[in-house]
């Protein structure tokens, strides 16, 4: 291969940038573009409105791989241990780093942290940057895949990655439909401090209207603890959720998580949406590749969506780089189908996990309840297994994934 191949990727938030850092370690000579449509933000949002990802130690293996996670240390919050209960039932369990012997289970970061550092190191591998700039329509009447911009720029590559989410156009574009599966339930993303000294907890709080996550976030007073939480709701409880002044809110959020930080004192800026799993037909067609969100949207409770991503792209690096040692271009189906398939596999597993956790603590009755929360108490006292169930989560193969 030389020097001019070429890889659009069209998004420039966490997925579209992990995918250009991850290319560019494994395959220096390609030239990647990053397209954004929209100005990069690089400022600093209030501690209390800031939003946050949580990165398993499979992700933290490829962010140093990469050369990224050494720029992160001063801006990550371990969890070293995550309690897990069911509001209203007997049973619980802590799952903790020392049950596999790491330091910590993962980590918390606050997007525009991650944001601003994968910024930066994709730039100093030479990754091109252009933002603002929309892609107007795809062209595929050309011998390369090509992107028309609004000011009617054409900009063709090797291969074009969608990585902006969910692109009705786009998608229409290639041909490609999208399976869409609603739910009853949305979901609130806010921060909220404690008093006290963060310890590095994480919270897995399963109510009856859906599961509660609660992640700790760097603080930087020894008095206060600042969390990170995502919240899902029955619709019906939305409205009225919605609704309320911020003291009533934290009221209610407080009798969902209960008292085990003590009072919350402080409750920033929400975000609500509702909770749709949208899964394309095709990931792939014609040079066109649809990556993280554009490919799949996973439900919040496990955090597991940029861990998916972060995934993908390093698949998806070394596949490029193999076809380029090969001589094939990259992209074309039959040097992208190692991709394909080990990424269709990864995310099967992993969205089939998530609708699990999502779904097992819904209320169905006593006859369900019992069980359930039987198996939790029964977690709590069986460390092998409480190990398994941990390793699960941090995404490593040598801990059971």
Not at 163 to 174: E, I, K, N, R
Not at 227 to 236: A, G, L, R, T
Request: aromatic share 6%; net charge neutral.
């Amino acid at each position: 291969m030389t020097d001019s191949t070429r890889v659009l990727i069209l998004g420039g938030g966490l997925a579209g940038l992990s995918f250009a850092i991850a290319l560019k370690t494994e395959a220096p000579d390609l030239d990647v573009t990053v397209i954004e449509a929209h100005a990069l933000r690089l400022g600093t949002p209030n501690p209390l409105d800031t939003r946050a990802s949580a990165l398993n130690l499979h992700s933290v293996d490829r962010l140093e791989h990469w050369g990224v996670w050494s720029l992160l240390q001063t801006h990550l919050a371990p969890i070293h241990d995550i309690h897990v209960s069911h509001r209203g039932h007997f049973g619980s369990t802590l799952m903790s780093a020392s049950d596999l012997n790491v330091e910590a289970l993962g980590y918390v970061v606050e997007n525009h942290e991650l944001g601003r550092v994968l910024l930066s190191r994709a730039q100093q591998l030479g990754v091109g940057v252009r933002a603002p700039l929309r892609c107007a329509r795809l062209r595929r009447d050309h011998e390369l895949p090509a992107v028309e911009t609004e000011e009617g720029e054409l900009l063709s590559a090797d291969l074009v990655l969608l990585a902006a989410g969910v692109a009705s156009a786009w998608f229409d574009d290639l041909g490609i439909t999208v399976d869409k599966r609603a739910t009853k339930n949305q979901a609130f993303a806010f921060n909220v401090t404690f008093p006290g000294r963060q310890l590095g907890r994480a919270f897995e709080r399963f109510t009856a209207g859906g599961p509660l996550a609660v992640l700790p976030l760097p603080s930087s007073a020894r008095s206060e603890r600042r969390y990170n939480v995502v919240w899902s709701v029955s619709d019906s409880e939305t409205f009225r959720l919605a609704d309320l002044d911020d003291a009533d809110f934290t009221d209610a959020f407080q009798a969902a998580f209960g008292w085990r930080l003590g009072p919350a004192t402080n409750v920033g800026k929400r975000s609500q949406w509702p909770l749709v799993r949208l899964v394309a037909t095709e990931q792939f067609r014609a040079s066109y590749l649809l990556v993280g969100n554009a490919a799949h949207t996973l439900h919040p409770v496990a955090g597991q969506g940029l861990n998916l991503s972060v995934r993908e792209a390093d698949v998806l690096a070394r596949t490029v780089s193999a076809a380029q040692a090969r001589e094939q271009a990259i992209g074309h189906l039959s040097s992208l189908r190692p991709y394909l398939a080990e990424a269709t596999t990864e995310q099967r597993f992993v969205t089939a996990s998530t609708d699990l956790l999502s779904t097992l603590f819904d209320p169905r009755g006593p006859l369900i309840d019992a069980p359930r929360n039987l198996s939790l108490a029964m977690l709590d006292l069986i460390p092998a297994a409480r190990a398994k169930v941990a390793g699960i989560g941090t995404g490593r193969r040598d801990f059971g994934f």
